[in-house]
């Protein structure tokens, strides 16, 4: 039987797709500048819609599962990181940031390991869609991602 999607889960996979990429570049650029932020919050909001979503996607027999007790664990985490970054506690930050980022990738893991779960199924049965929302996906994200590196402020003149 092949799994059907539904709206709500093309948006948590989308989302979290959006969240692996941008928590990835974040990994490997330089922190602390307005693109570092800008980018930070694109991540939060993708995780946000990822972790909400995931708990309208419920186990074969219809109830919350471990994932979604993670999905929780993972709201905590990055919530307090991003406490822990207006108090400038950057190691803290720094520390439950990476580990909510690698939680995502061994969910993600988990997903492709599993052949019956959706995204291995759409793999098998639509190559052609699977490689389209992945183009679509990542093409968005280094878009945004050079938008946000190359943009300026405005620099205000001074009046006489």
């Known amino acids: 039987m092949t799994p059907t999607w539904s709206v709500l889960i093309a948006v948590h996979a989308v989302c979290a797709g959006y969240a692996l990429l941008f928590g990835g570049v974040q990994l490997f650029r330089r922190k602390g500048d307005r693109p570092h ?8 909001s993708a995780m946000a ?35 822990q970054a207006r108090r400038g506690r950057i190691r803290s930050h720094r520390a439950f940031m990476i580990g909510s980022y690698l ?50 402020t405005p620099r205000v003149k001074e009046s006489p």
Not at 37 to 44: A, F, K, S
Not at 118 to 144: C, F, G, K, N
């Open 37 to 44: 932020r800008v980018l930070g919050w694109l991540w939060v």
């Open 49 to 83: 819609v990822a972790l909400v979503t995931s708990f309208g996607i419920l186990t074969i027999s219809g109830t919350f599962g471990l994932l979604h007790g993670l999905s929780l664990f993972t709201a905590g985490t990055i919530a307090v990181g991003i406490v």
């Open 103 to 152: 939680g995502l990738v061994g969910a993600f893991v988990g997903v492709l390991a599993v052949p019956t779960r959706r995204i291995p199924q759409l793999a098998a049965q639509q190559p052609w869609l699977l490689v389209l929302l992945v183009i679509v996906v990542v093409a968005s994200t280094a878009m945004t991602v050079l938008g946000v590196a190359w943009s300026r």
